[in-house]
């Protein structure tokens, strides 16, 4: 099961509001490489892995885009707040306040709806750690166009903490799928 | 909210991202054995830390990991979104 912390994983904090960084940052909320699609792919594949040490990995970091989720909402809420109608619409978000207001919902910068086809499971270890490894990187240049499309310090600060966290996962899934083939190797007998 | 919540806060934002790290490196380094003492040191930092905080200041997790004042304070605001780092 999961149980909820009231805290945020990094203090997520916001100079000024910006419709438009709002609207870019939607892409790590709802996007194909943002953190739900992470979430939700590492919860569900984890439970295919041959071994204690590959389910642990997808389970807490599935666990940690979770938080992250949290911290691109408080962002895009944050840069939200009190923004008049007028300069939303001005601003390009005039079809998503018809739809949401100021309201968070799981869609990407074009307004595209997440949608599961955005992820993957094989059913096949190898295939789903290159995969989330493959993932890591677009999320980690993701975070770089945003941190390009900014120059609010505050947001630029929390992006590169996420960023950071994309190389830590990468390099965790690569252990694995390493560790994993190992293990598999070593189950065959000639 | 008052500032010291804020940086009690924060403080243990810190410990517990040390416990977040050092826990995914140990998921694939489990017989790193000074790893191993570092996040058993912090996450015993990180406990006291959040008592102390959740006396003042309300539960920080529910579900029966901690207790409550009266009146159930986990339904106090501000939540985590609303609070201005």
Known sequence: MWVYEKKLQYPAKVCKPDVKMAKYLIAQYGGPDGELAAALRYQTQRFVMPTGKAKAVLTDIATEELAHLEIIATLVFKLLKGVPVEILKREGLGEYYTEHDRGLFYADTTGMLWTAAYIQAKGDAIADLHEDMAAE????????????????????DTLRFLREREIVHFQRFGETLVQVREYMESKKFF | MDSNQISMLKKIMEIEFTCIDLNLYLDTHPEDQKALQDYNYYSNQLSILKQQ?????????????????YPWKWVDDPWPWEIEY
Do not use: M, W
Not at chain 1, 137 to 156: F, Q
Not at chain 2, 53 to 69: A, C, K, R, T
């Open chain 1, 137 to 156: 990187e677009k999320a980690r240049t993701t975070y770089e166009h945003l941190i390009n499309l900014t120059d609010d310090p505050c947001v630029k």
């Open chain 2, 53 to 69: 905080y959740e006396q003042f200041y309300g539960p920080l997790i529910v579900f029966g990991h901690s207790q409550s004042q």
